[in-house]
């Protein structure tokens, strides 16, 4: 089966850096922009919530 989340993040990172979806603008230097910030925030997100395996019980979200 096809998977779209490659797509939806390279339409995010395109459009972080300023492509215009009507087409005609945008720059290389907007675009790499953008897919560091994607990258950047993925980053974020895997280091700031763990899985529940690997943190301490006094560390634990409630459920």
């Not at 945008?26 to 980053?43: D, E, I």
């Amino acid at each position: 089966m096809f998977d779209v989340r490659p797509l939806l993040i390279a339409t995010v990172a395109a459009l972080l850096g300023g492509v215009s979806l009507a087409g005609g603008r945008g720059s290389a230097a907007g675009l790499l922009a953008g897919a560091l910030s994607v990258a950047l925030l993925a980053q974020i997100v895997a280091v700031a919530y763990p899985p529940d395996y690997s943190t301490p019980w006094s560390m634990r979200r409630p459920c």
